[in-house]
């Protein structure tokens, strides 16, 4: 097996926060068998934060971690946060088409002797990467331990469908779904799977950001589903920490644990749930862990429709 | 064309913001306000603000709390029929609101500002010292709110998902240039 | 060519029957101001333009010269704007040689729904040549026949 | 001033307009005039208030007489405003009207220059000097006439063509109909009722339809497509497949057998928008016409397995012929006229719009069909499980329209029907209705009308393009249902409206193959890939290519009466053409003097319309002016320059470069390099 590696740009919330994260995407890395290098020195990228205060040092401070990806000769760099690759695509692009904001940022990066050249560095985000460089194909190859028997949420979240998705729909995306079936779970129909997670929102309106969560959390229970997955720290960090929370203000029971695609990979795989960094999570996963069968479960049969009902839209492609 | 016009709100938040004369395109058709996940807590929708940017309601407009409320999630932007970077113009307003003083939501602007400070002394965002500066101190006079923070903390702490001793950058030295020169440049003229 | 002491570049324009010209006149009827820089000629199609007529507006005097057709795929005579497109590419090497800066000779296109297009492609381009200022190029280039043209 | 110059060989009247303020208010129109005297062999130059007006053309034709002018210019508008009328005024005093040449003064110059008086007056200046040089090298032209074929050709058997078919046939003059449908009728025939008197749709075109059927002048061609098309106005050779129905059409009386015994089902996504099944051997719908079926090969058992011949088996006039072959026949036309229509926008391009995936979504052309009592459910409105009628619909406006990420314009009947299904809706179901619109447009007369009967009848309009369609319920009230976020524009607040049914009113698009018919028929696609008329305003139906003409939506999107409008208008413009039985073609063309022509051959690929041949025999290139447009790119590209492009030659536009680059500043006009007038041999 070949050693394919990629540069690499975890963020901050995967050196702590989110640290299972950091651990499951390792262990499926070595698994697939590519290694994920860390940006030398990289810093952060911001948030949303860095944005909505200053918009030209935002730029310089994301620009500074392409520059160095770019000295480094990397010509793709990989981010597991969302948001860290949405700052990194968002920079990359916005000094290709506005040429006073590329001229300020190298003015800027010029000052700690570096430059970058728009559309040098090609920034992806590790689903696209994982499913478009290895695929449904290759993972299945892997897969030792099915996960029959789960019915899984795929939760995307806003930034990396939008606001121009890489490789999949900006509205409803569904490489996710496909990935949950590879692994022999059932995605659950989801319709809020691009719905705003809140962000930040939890520091500065809690009501606010509590509702949100509280509405996402609710729709994937109503499609049945066993767990989130997720693809951002900030989502696992809201939908999982903040949950409690939502079920207090709204008077609900929900217990719905979210992991990181990462991880269901990995149990997938055969990973010892310690091993992809299981237990970091407030709402845990012992009960999911224990649902999952041996063999696949019956197919249901769609319940047929009536003899009047109207067939559902074909539209000619 | 006729360039002898003074320069008016509209131009400088248009100026300001990369693709920001797409403003002009706006319909007043609301899809942004419907898109908005946290448009029920906003004063005015963004719609709104457009409509009182050209007004020239500049007052009302930086007063407003909802670039405040904008969570970034772009769906305003991926939605808009006429392709106006809405979440751009909302940064835009956040910091012309600041800029000229404007603003009276003292949470947000300190939970980024915090967050930027450590950014800025250590090149990494950290979580625990967030956590006890924005917690402890801008949430002093919310008890509760501070109580269950400190709760949530401990928890995190528990399962090992805050860092105790913050980590910094090595070349924290070329950040800060770059930073400084940066802000040096963005004082300097108006945005992009 | 300029009246009064700022320099008020003359650009020759050779716009499209079909596409520019009409863009032209749509910017005409929808009041669309731009600099009076721009002194047009009407040809069927951008297929049409022999780069002789570039040189000899610019031998003339003409600062710049702004050639404009239908949008690739739409030109009316199906694909005489690609031909300009070939035919520009060589012009301008030529161009080059003579030391005439690429901004004075530029291809540009608009549909006949364009006029905000047309006009401010001419407000730009004369800001460009402004920026340039005149060709000074005419006075110390004489065409050959043009001198034996003048014994006879 | 009008004092008289010496004689000279060649005498150029100049004519500067006012065009009351327009051009006065802006451009020293006296000034312009009297510099423009000292022009070369300009014998007289006027200022005059309306050129265009009858005192204006009297003008010139006296002078022209008085003066012997042998040359005119006029400056004023746009050649493409008045370019023929004042070539008329040169004819009617006895000069050849390619002696005259216009300048632009108005559109390009007044106009545009507002706010630069000097700038303007100048830029007039040096248009009239190269309009002056340039008709000193223009010479006397004739337009070359040719014969009209009487026929026509009619591409596209909707509403459009079927009144342009009509129009003509009973003029007395044939028609062939082209339809790619096995049945004409187009859209209209799939809807309901008809805005805003709600006559049924298909009351007011079967009839239609039965005339075009059964017209003596009419030739009918369903299930055919014209593949290919040569010649030019009045002489054109078309080329067109009928695909084989697989029925012998002598035979079939229609009884319909055949499709009662088909056994496959498949859903129809033409007539029915898939709402509803046809088989596999069908009739599209009930009044079709022609009426004879024909087997969809793609689905037929026979045709996929080799067995069943269900129909062949139970049809007693034994019509049916597995074996038919399609059929290709030529045709000779005078006139085309496309009518090819529209499609309809794919909803599923807006997935937060939720078509195809809630189930409860219907696009405007399925309800057309769930309404229409020939529909799937007889005119039932129910949800798709076919029984619940609904309590509460939501009808949204601008469905793939007016949005820079689908199509930028304005659909133009989606307002009305909007309010149409409203309508219905409520007088059909008595549900709760809601319109969700970003502006209410209803123009047309009787249109607005309707709108307030609308209101009147309790329909709830909410100013406010929708966000999303979600079945995530948030509270109780909205479990089940299909919730429609939008912001309600008038109060400023994000509203969230449960409901049981929602309608997309789906934007109107060109045909998906809109741009290769362009090709084959040389007309041109707009940025919107609609047809693109020869004028906008002022000839809407003809295009850039003599005798192809264009009606309907497939110049852009229209409802029935604009339709049917541009249908006859179509028509009318081929009949007159028809009826002067010759006409006269621009004589802007190529011609090669054969013989300095080395027959290289460069130019022969250079045209796109094939018009340059290559005589082997006398080995020179020859142009034929009948095929040739005049675009001039064999002109540019001869190597030994021997092709001329009548009215646009080396010497009048070198002219015409040599005067507009006139020193305008000085009092009287300077020739740069003082060359004799004799310019443009360089």
């Known amino acids: 097996m070949t050693n394919k590696t990629y540069a690499y740009y975890p963020g901050c919330s995967l050196q702590h926060r989110s640290h299972a994260y950091e651990v499951s995407n390792n262990a499926v890395a070595k698994t697939l068998g590519f290694e994920l290098v860390e940006v030398d020195d990289w810093n952060c990228c911001g948030a949303t934060e860095m944005f909505s205060l200053n918009r030209i040092p935002a730029y310089s401070l994301v620009a500074r971690n392409l520059a160095r990806a770019e000295e480094a000769g990397s010509e793709e760099v990989i981010a597991a946060c969302s948001l860290c690759f949405l700052n990194l695509a968002k920079t990359d692009q916005h000094m290709k088409k506005f040429a006073k904001v590329e001229h300020k940022v190298n003015q800027a990066l010029a000052a700690g002797k570096l430059h970058y050249d728009p559309g040098s560095v090609r920034v992806r985000h590790l689903l696209e990467m994982v499913l478009t460089d290895y695929g449904l194909n290759t993972i299945k190859e892997y897969t030792k331990r099915p996960l029959y028997g789960l019915t899984l949420a795929p939760y995307y979240g806003c930034l990396l469908a939008r606001p121009n998705s890489v490789f999949d729909n900006t509205e409803q995306p569904t490489a996710m779904d496909h990935l949950i079936e590879a692994l022999g779970a059932k995605a659950a129909p989801f319709s809020m799977k691009t719905y705003c997670c809140g962000g930040h929102m939890t520091q500065i309106s809690e009501a606010t950001a509590l509702e949100m969560i509280h509405k996402i959390v609710k729709n994937a229970a109503d499609g049945g589903a066993d767990a989130i997955v997720t693809v951002c720290p900030m989502c696992q960090l809201n939908l999982d920490v903040y949950q409690g929370y939502a079920n207090q203000l709204f008077e609900t029971e929900f217990e719905i644990p979210v992991m990181f695609f990462s991880q269901l990979i990995g149990l997938a795989m055969g990973f010892a749930p310690k091993d992809l960094g299981f237990g970091q999570e407030f709402i845990s996963f012992s009960p999911l862990l224990e649902k999952i069968q041996e063999i696949p479960p019956a197919k249901v049969k769609p319940e047929r429709r009536s003899k009047q009902a109207l067939p559902m839209p074909v539209m000619p492609e | 064309m006729n360039t002898s016009r003074p320069q008016t709100f509209y131009d400088r938040v248009a100026k300001a913001t990369p693709g920001g004369e797409l403003l002009g395109q706006c319909l007043q058709c609301g899809s942004c306000g419907g898109s908005c996940p946290s448009g029920p807590d906003m004063d005015h929708t963004p719609r709104a603000l457009f409509a009182m940017i050209r007004a020239g309601l500049e007052d009302e407009v930086l007063r407003s709390n909802a670039p405040w409320y904008c969570v970034s999630c772009f769906s305003c932007t991926a939605r808009c029929p006429q392709q106006i970077p809405i979440t751009d113009i909302m940064y835009t307003l956040k910091q012309m609101a600041i800029q000229e003083g404007h603003y009276d939501h003292p949470h947000a602007t300190k939970f980024s500002e915090t967050f930027i400070g450590f950014v800025e002394q250590r090149g990494r965002s950290f979580e625990f010292g967030l956590a006890t500066r924005y917690h402890l101190f801008h949430l002093i006079q919310h008890p509760t709110q501070m109580l269950k923070m400190g709760g949530m903390g401990f928890n995190m702490l528990r399962r090992n998902r805050l860092a105790l001793r913050p980590k910094s950058i090595q070349n924290m030295d070329q950040l800060s240039a770059i930073l400084n020169e940066a802000k040096a440049i963005a004082a300097k003229e108006e945005q992009v | 060519m300029s009246g009064n002491g700022t320099f008020q570049p003359v650009i020759v324009g050779f716009l499209c029957n079909w596409c520019s010209y009409r863009a032209a006149d749509l910017a005409g009827t929808s009041r669309m101001g731009y600099p009076a820089t721009l002194r047009d000629i009407r040809i069927m199609c951008t297929g049409r333009l022999d780069p002789t007529f570039v040189l000899r507006a610019l031998q003339k005097g003409a600062d710049g010269v702004l050639i404009m057709g239908c949008h690739p795929g739409q030109c009316h005579y199906q694909e005489g704007n690609y031909k300009a497109i070939r035919r520009f590419v060589l012009l301008r090497r030529t161009l080059r040689q003579l030391g005439v800066e690429d901004a004075r000779v530029q291809l540009h296109w608009a549909s006949a729904a364009q006029g905000v297009i047309f006009a401010q492609t001419v407000a730009r381009m004369t800001e460009e040549i402004k920026a340039l200022g005149p060709l000074e190029w005419p006075r110390n280039w004489t065409n050959p026949e043009e001198a034996e043209y003048e014994q006879a | ?682």
């Open chain 4, 1 to 682: 001033m009008t004092e008289i110059r010496e004689q000279s060989e060649k005498r150029v009247g100049v004519y500067i307009c006012h065009c009351g303020h327009n051009i006065a208010g802006t451009v020293d129109v006296e000034h312009v005039a009297e510099w423009a005297y000292n022009l070369p062999h300009v014998v007289i130059s006027r200022d005059n208030r309306f050129m265009c007006a009858s005192t204006g053309q009297e003008q010139v034709e006296e002078d022209i007489k008085e003066y012997e002018l042998t040359h005119v210019v006029v400056a004023s508008c746009s050649p493409h405003m008045h370019e023929k009328t004042f070539r008329g005024a040169c004819a009617r005093a006895g000069l050849n009207p390619y002696l005259f040449e216009m300048a632009n003064i108005r559109e390009h110059a007044s106009w545009v220059h507002p706010n630069d008086k000097d700038g303007a007056t100048n830029k007039a200046k040096a248009l009239v000097s190269a309009a002056v040089y340039r008709v000193l090298q223009h010479e006397p032209l004739t337009p070359m006439e040719v014969e009209i074929r009487p026929e026509t050709l009619i591409v596209g058997g909707g509403i459009a063509g079927i009144q342009a078919a009509l129009e003509i046939a009973s003029a007395g003059y044939h028609v062939y109909m082209v339809e790619r449908e096995p049945s004409i009728g187009g859209h209209m025939a799939q809807l309901d009722k008809t805005f805003p008197t709600l006559d049924c749709s298909a009351c007011i075109l079967t009839p239609k339809m039965f005339d075009v059927g059964s017209h003596p002048n009419i030739t009918m061609m369903t299930y055919a497509e014209v593949e290919s098309v040569d010649g030019y106005v009045g002489n054109f050779t078309v080329k067109v497949r009928k695909k084989s129905k697989h029925v012998r059409e002598d035979q079939c009386t229609g009884c319909g057998t055949c499709w009662e015994k088909c056994p496959v089902k498949v859903i129809d996504t033409e007539y029915e928008a898939s709402l509803g099944y046809r088989k596999a051997i069908y009739r599209p719908f009930p009044q079709a016409v022609p009426k004879y079926p024909v087997i969809d090969i793609e689905n037929c058992t026979y045709y996929k397995t080799g067995k069943c011949k269900a129909c062949e088996k139970f049809c007693q006039r034994n019509a049916i012929d597995f074996d038919m072959p399609d059929e290709v026949v030529e045709i000779q036309v005078g006139n085309i006229l496309l009518a090819t229509g529209y499609e309809l926008f794919d909803c599923r391009r807006i997935p937060q719009y939720g078509y195809g995936r809630l189930e409860n979504v219907y696009t405007s052309m399925e309800f057309e069909r769930l309404v229409n009592a020939t529909g799937p459910t007889e005119g039932k409105i129910t949800l798709r499980d076919g029984e619940t009628m609904p309590k509460s619909v939501a009808i949204i406006h601008c469905v793939g329209s007016r949005d820079k990420n689908h199509n930028e314009y304005c659909s133009a009947i989606c307002c009305m029907s909007s309010l149409k299904f409203a309508h219905l809706v409520m007088e059909k179901t008595g549900a709760e209705v809601y319109q969700f619109y970003i502006d209410m447009r209803p123009i047309a007369k009787g249109y607005e009308e309707f709108y307030h009967r609308i209101l009147e009848e309790g329909a709830n309009f909410i100013r406010g393009r929708v966000s999303e369609i979600t079945d995530a319920a948030h509270v109780p009230e909205e479990e089940g249902k299909l919730i429609v976020i939008a912001e309600d524009t008038l109060i400023g607040r994000q509203r969230r409206v449960p409901v049981d049914m929602v309608i997309l009113s789906a934007a109107l698009e060109p045909r998906h193959d809109a741009a290769e018919v362009a090709h084959l028929f040389s007309v041109g696609c707009g940025n919107t890939g609609f047809f693109t008329e020869r004028h906008p305003k002022l000839d809407p139906v003809a295009t850039m290519t003599e005798g192809v003409y264009i009606a309907g939506a497939c110049q852009g999107p229209k409802d029935i009466p604009d339709t049917v409008a541009q249908g006859a208008a179509a028509a009318a413009r081929i009949l007159s053409v028809i009826s002067q039985r010759r006409v006269e073609l621009e004589p802007v063309r190529a011609s090669i003097d054969e013989s300095r022509c080395s027959g290289c051959r460069i130019c022969n690929n250079m045209c796109p319309y094939g018009a340059i041949a290559y005589l082997e025999d006398l080995a020179v290139s020859r142009v034929n002016p009948a095929l040739c447009k005049g675009c001039g790119t064999c002109v540019a590209a001869c190597p030994s320059q021997i092709i001329t492009g009548a009215h646009f030659t080396f010497d009048q536009l070198m002219a015409e470069i040599d005067g507009i680059m006139v020193d305008v500043h000085t009092a009287a006009p300077v020739r740069v390099g003082n060359q004799p007038i004799k310019v443009g041999e360089a």
